[in-house]
């Protein structure tokens, strides 16, 4: 388990107990967290589940795959810190993660 | 499913009959006059089950793969090393023996791979950004509130020509920066490059090339109009200043124009008319969303995938590869069924039955899935919740008089016409 703090947009925050194996997606959509689409459902074939991951988190988060790579550079307000919350995988490490959404998912 | 649907699986069905009697290697779902008469449903509820990547060997499209199970379909798409989009990703007849293409050179970014692709259609998505959505906006509903309440009511018309036509024309022109008195031209013009020569929109091939010569024209015009003057901010000043595109040939350039006219303007245009139908024959759905809406964007999606305005999409194997247990080879015509992936029961529950408060109505494969995704969706999406909110502040019912007339198309699934009565305002 880790807690995983989702920020929407507007900054009402979400502080949500996530199941270790579980993604930063599912941890959304599961638990009714507004603001993530995930339209493929967690293939990275999409780019609906956009975030950005606050910058102390980033080491602790790992790398873009190349795919997930390849559908942010087609999303909206893509940033350094910019990830696809379905290829973050959660663990004991990402006990306290901050995760912000765009305005949109697009 | 519904009882009604139940009987309907019950009764005797031709259509169904032969799917089934036909040997499964002779099985050939690409047949545009099944899909006019909406019987295509069969070949591929039957492929789903029995050969979920099979390989017609005779079409009238050549030899092909067809890929119709959601996740095998979601599979292929993301992968474009392997399975690319060059050179064309609709299903087109072969040229016959000494015929030559008669439009050398064409070329759309939907049709090529990366990294070509990706600068192309980086080129023009700002027109379709968050921000630029915010600005057309109110300009659709300015738009779809004219055009509701110039409708007859108590009258029989045709919704595709007085409504999905217009609103989605309007849209487009907008996107293009063309007056708007021209946009018919533009629905005119997007059927005509998805149509087959000798079934109505065009009887030759000669005169579709006609057509196209006019078309050509007058967005060589637009070009030349954009080019040297400051940028504008709509889709061919995009390409006329755009570093990606300003230097495209003038055949890449037409191609990415019909591109976007199809794409922008055939696919809403078919799904607002679905919407109407899918409502009008599910009077239990279209209950709940008069009483509740707030499922509005939900319906929206739940009609997209219903609907499904884009049947299938094409790839060409790069290399040899085995998928799903079959041999595909270097060459080899795949094809992504996204209608029959979106009636798939192993992802979709109850697939077959249009239910506008489902859990998850956002997974569908109608946009396609990888670096091809549309582009436009969310312009569509807007549009389709736009038009509906200006119709619920004005019409308890909208009722479809007679089946409508659907494209034979086994790429473009839609409707040509469709008689509706309104029978009274609020």
């Known amino acids: 388990m880790a807690t995983i703090v989702y920020v929407e947009h507007d900054g009402t925050r979400h502080e949500q107990q996530v199941t270790d194996g579980w993604s930063v997606m599912e941890g959304a959509v599961k638990n009714g967290v507004p603001g993530i689409d995930a339209d493929c459902g967690g293939a990275a074939a999409c780019a609906t589940c956009h975030v950005y991951v606050d910058p102390d988190w980033l080491a602790a988060t790992g790398e873009r795959t190349d795919q997930e790579a390849e559908m942010l550079n087609f999303a909206e307000n893509v940033e350094s810190n910019s990830r696809l919350s379905c290829q973050i995988e959660v663990t004991p490490a990402l006990d306290g993660l901050v995760v912000t959404m765009p305005e949109s998912q697009h | ?426």
């Open chain 2, 1 to 426: 499913m519904s009882t009604a649907a139940t009987a309907a699986f019950a009764a005797a069905n031709p259509a169904r009959d032969a799917a089934y009697a036909t040997p499964l290697d002779k099985l050939d779902p690409s047949r545009p006059e099944l899909f006019a008469a909406d019987e295509m449903w069969w070949n591929f509820q039957r492929l789903r089950a029995e050969a979920p990547v099979h390989y017609t060997a005779e079409s009238a499209y050549g030899p092909f793969w067809s890929v119709t199970k959601y996740n095998d379909i979601m599979a292929v798409d993301i992968d474009h090393q392997t399975f690319s989009s060059e050179p064309g990703i609709m299903m087109v007849p072969p040229l016959a023996p000494g015929e030559t293409p008669q439009l050398e050179g064409l070329a759309m970014f939907i049709a090529m791979d990366p990294p070509k692709h990706d600068v192309q259609r980086k080129a023009v998505s700002p027109a379709v950004s968050p921000t630029n959505l915010q600005i057309l906006g109110p300009l659709i509903r300015e738009r779809a509130a004219a055009i509701l309440d110039g409708l007859p009511i108590g009258e029989e018309f045709d919704w595709v020509d007085k409504v999905s036509m217009e609103l989605t024309a309007m849209t487009l022109a907008t996107l293009f920066g063309m007056p708007q008195e021209d946009r018919r031209k533009l629905t005119y013009w997007s059927d005509v490059v998805t149509a087959e020569p000798g079934h109505g929109v065009v009887e030759t091939r000669e005169q579709k090339m006609g057509i196209f010569r006019d078309y050509h024209a007058y967005f060589t015009q637009l070009w030349n109009e954009r080019v040297n003057a400051e940028p504008t901010g709509d889709l061919i000043s995009m390409l006329a200043h755009d570093p990606a595109t300003r230097d495209m040939s003038p055949m890449e350039y037409f191609g990415n124009v019909m591109l976007l006219t199809v794409g922008g303007n055939d696919t809403t245009r078919n799904t607002m008319t679905g919407s109407v139908y899918a409502l009008s024959k599910n009077p239990d759905q279209y209950a709940k969303l008069m009483a509740d809406p707030s499922l509005l964007p939900s319906m929206v999606s739940e009609t997209i995938r219903w609907q499904t305005p884009l049947s299938h999409m094409k790839r060409r194997a790069t290399r040899d590869v085995e998928f799903r247990g079959q041999q595909i080879k270097k060459d080899d015509t795949v094809v992504m069924w996204y209608v029959s992936g979106n009636r798939d029961d192993e992802v979709i529950e109850r697939p077959n039955d249009y239910i506008i408060d489902r859990a998850r109505p956002r997974q569908h494969i109608s946009f396609g899935f990888g670096v091809h995704r549309c582009v436009g969706n969310r312009l569509a999406e807007l549009q389709l919740q736009i038009v509906w909110e200006e119709i619920m502040k004005r019409f308890p019912e909208i009722n479809v008089v007679a089946e409508p007339k659907r494209v034979r198309s086994n790429f473009v699934k839609g409707y040509e016409s469709m008689r509706v009565v309104i029978p009274r305002r609020y």
